[in-house]
């Protein structure tokens, strides 16, 4: 037999569907435990395109990262994709962004604030880097803050299989730490194969490292960016192929070095 369940217009409905047997062979089960069958269905009405809205009440199209993103990967893309945050604090769970490559295809998806400047919108987890990129690509991030203040752990770290990665306009906020071991980083890459990374007119402030590239990597753009406050390197780079113009650091007095290769 076919159970029909009509959706409404909506982006992604959850659907419980429950199935379960009574006298089995006209005969009396005692165990009842196991007579029960029951999967969870999504169906979704559209795939997503154009801009959509995060914030807390239902005026928004989601009302947290987590709902944008379920939506994302289970029902996918028609077209670049923008969502814009709500102006407040968030300090839920960091943002992961691994294997996100596995749902994009060809297009773009963009981060940004509703209100068009960086500190609008915080994004300030408890606990784990700010934000982790591996497997992704075709991602944007623009006028937001990442504050790893309060995690205690690197701002941005990038891994393994990342393309075409833009944050733009951002600020990159390290825990102040007087350490030298790279662990409280604003931005961390210790990864080969990555290709088409830039950074582009960002504040990135604190950390032990400003910023640390490691590895065999292509097309890195750093680019009018101002990095202070770091406590050891504000900019190391090893092996990458970086691009690095019209930046401004600013120097920890005694604490400050600078490596390039």
Request: glycine content about 8%.
């Amino acid at each position: 037999n076919f159970i029909h369940i009509n959706f409404p217009n909506c982006i992604l409905i959850k659907a419980p569907i429950s199935c379960w047997v009574n006298t089995p062979n006209n005969a009396y089960d005692s165990t009842t435990y196991d007579d029960t069958l029951m999967i969870i269905a999504y169906g979704c009405s559209n795939l997503l395109s154009g801009v959509y809205t995060i914030g807390p009440d239902t005026s928004y199209d989601f009302q947290s990262m987590d709902e944008a993103m379920f939506n994302l990967t289970h029902c996918g893309l028609a077209g670049n994709t923008e969502f814009q945050l709500a102006s407040g604090i968030i300090d839920t769970i960091a943002w992961d962004f691994t294997d996100l490559a596995n749902y994009v295809g060809n297009y773009h998806i963009t981060f940004s604030s509703m209100a068009g400047h960086a500190d609008s919108v915080i994004i300030r987890p408890v606990m784990g880097n700010v934000v982790t990129l591996g497997n992704a690509k075709h991602l944007i991030f623009k006028n937001l803050t990442f504050d790893a203040s309060y995690a205690g752990e690197r701002t941005v770290e990038i891994k393994t299989g990342c393309e075409d990665i833009l944050f733009s306009h951002c600020h990159l906020k390290g825990f102040e730490i007087n350490s030298t071991t790279n662990s409280a980083a604003g931005v961390y890459a210790y990864a080969s194969g990555l290709n088409n990374i830039r950074f582009v007119g960002n504040y990135i402030e604190g950390g032990d490292y400003g910023v640390y590239f490691n590895g065999t990597n292509t097309n890195i753009v750093m680019d009018s960016n101002y990095i202070e406050n770091s406590y050891y390197y504000p900019f190391y780079s090893y092996q990458t192929q970086i691009q690095f113009t019209h930046n401004t650091i600013y120097e920890v007095p005694g604490n400050t070095y600078f490596y390039g290769r």
